[in-house]
């Protein structure tokens, strides 16, 4: 489990001088002269969280759907924060929108904090994981600490309680889905084959 970002993205200089050039309010944050620059962001912070969500620790998809860049101080409350490299994290899509722009400061701040302390949540930069949550069976998150009960709150963590169930439905499932691929692979056209190959990488994955 990655249990927090040792090194935020470092943006390029032409980086910095997009967003210079074209940001001044939150909003813009959804332009697209940014695009790029979120792949890139999205690509460092995968590897930094071992491609995991910030808050319930859930492997992230690779469909642009299945991956938010998370503000922690939300960018509507303080916008000169949107592109703070040590305010962006990832988190699967239900976490972010959860957590949604829940006030995670306990005081009101003008520089961006240089540590967790000021944070009533987990901080994917500053906290070590660990400390504040167990996860039991992959599914029941625990708090070992108010900041990890504030962030099991703030994202609804208990929204997951349900999932053993479902990995247990579909470990019972997956052995006859995949037999079934593996047997139509052996007779699929060339396209055919690659779709195939495609499904039963995501089946396994």
């Not at 593996?182 to 690659?194: F, I, R, S, Y």
Request: proline letters at 4%; a positive charge; aromatic letters at 8%.
């Amino acid at each position: 489990m990655s249990n927090r970002i040792s090194i935020p993205y470092n943006f390029t200089v032409g980086e910095s001088t997009i967003i210079a050039n074209n940001f001044s309010t939150h909003s813009d944050w959804s332009k697209t002269v940014f695009n790029s620059i979120k792949e890139n962001i999205v690509a460092h912070l995968r590897t930094q969280q071992n491609n995991t969500c910030c808050y319930c620790k859930y492997q992230l998809g690779f469909d642009i759907k299945q991956v938010d860049i998370e503000h922690i101080i939300p960018k509507s409350e303080y916008e000169k924060f949107t592109f703070e490299n040590r305010n962006l994290a990832l988190s699967c899509p239900a976490c972010n929108t959860k957590k949604s722009t829940k006030p995670v400061l306990n005081n009101p701040i003008v520089n961006y904090p240089t540590n967790g302390t000021n944070f009533k949540i987990i901080h994917a930069h500053y906290d070590d994981y660990s400390n504040h949550i167990d996860i039991i069976n992959n599914c029941v998150f625990v708090a070992k600490s108010k900041k990890g009960s504030e962030t099991i709150t703030f994202c609804e963590l208990f929204r997951l309680s349900t999932v053993e169930q479902k990995s247990k439905a579909h470990q019972t499932l997956s052995p006859n889905l995949l037999h079934q691929l593996v047997g139509e692979l052996k007779t699929a056209d060339p396209q055919d084959k690659k779709e195939l190959i495609d499904i039963i990488k995501d089946a396994i994955r």
